[in-house]
């Protein structure tokens, strides 16, 4: 079975403090993304990474930052939380190749106050 | 760019019935796969079926069809004999057929599914 974990399922933090999210998958995925989920917006794309130490922007990388220094590892960064990062966040991660689905973890639901 | 939406922000349906949930979805490729993923309450995103664009017929996985209208880029998924558990958050994907960008999945808003006993 594919296992995407995510560092914490529940983070409260402050405004201003710099914000860690890690992700580790542990198939081998040349893939891995994180999302953002807000109510009647669906999941936004932040970043995505497809090979280490690569990363392309998504739809909404403003304020957020990546690194990807191993192959099973992809962190999303907030350089200076703000109350509008309060979100549910999400990563996934893929086997390279046509046809194969991404897989997701659980989700850390971030509050921002 | 590529756009999903889902109209129907929430959707009931009484345990043992059939209930549609409906997507559209805008692009001018024509190599694509859609996709309807699970998100439980409190639980992991799941994949629940997958559709190629170039597969007239339409896919199914047991209680789960779905209706694939190409020219209309329309996506529905239908649940048939509906359980309790199929309650969750359903989010309608889409992703380029090429592998490109990671082969990056764009999603619509979510419908929130309620199943009656």
């Known amino acids: 079975d594919v296992k995407v974990t995510q560092s914490s399922r529940y983070l409260v933090k402050r405004t201003g403090e710099k914000v860690f999210l890690e992700c580790v998958q542990d198939?081998?995925?040349?893939?891995m993304f994180w999302y953002r989920q807000d109510p009647g917006l669906g999941l936004r794309l932040i970043y995505f990474?497809?090979?280490?130490?690569?990363?392309e922007k998504g739809d909404i990388p403003e304020g957020y930052s990546v690194s990807r220094e191993k192959k099973e590892r992809f962190s999303l960064i907030l350089e200076s939380a703000s109350t509008n990062q309060t979100s549910m966040y999400l990563c996934?991660?893929?086997?390279?190749?046509?046809?194969?689905?991404?897989?997701f973890g659980p989700g850390t639901r971030l509050t921002v106050t | 760019a590529q756009t999903v939406t889902q109209s129907q922000p929430e959707m009931s349906v009484q345990e043992a019935e059939t209930v549609t949930l409906s997507c559209t979805y805008d692009?001018?490729?024509?190599?694509?796969?859609l996709f309807w993923y699970k998100q439980p309450p409190s639980r992991q995103m799941i994949l629940v079926i997958r559709?190629?664009?170039?597969?007239?017929q339409n896919a199914t996985e047991n209680r789960f069809s779905v209706n694939f209208q190409k020219a209309a880029k329309s996506f529905s998924l239908k649940i048939s004999d509906s359980q309790l558990g199929d309650a969750a958050m359903y989010f309608c994907a889409y992703r380029s057929g090429g592998e490109t960008s990671g082969s990056r999945l764009t999603f619509g808003e979510g419908t929130q599914l309620t199943v009656n006993p």
């Open positions: 692009t001018s490729e024509s190599d694509y796969y």
């Open positions: 559709q190629e664009a170039y597969k007239q």
């Open positions: 996934a991660s893929r086997s390279g190749g046509v046809g194969y689905e991404q897989y």
């Open positions: 198939m081998d995925h040349e893939n």
């Open positions: 990474s497809y090979d280490v130490k690569m990363k």
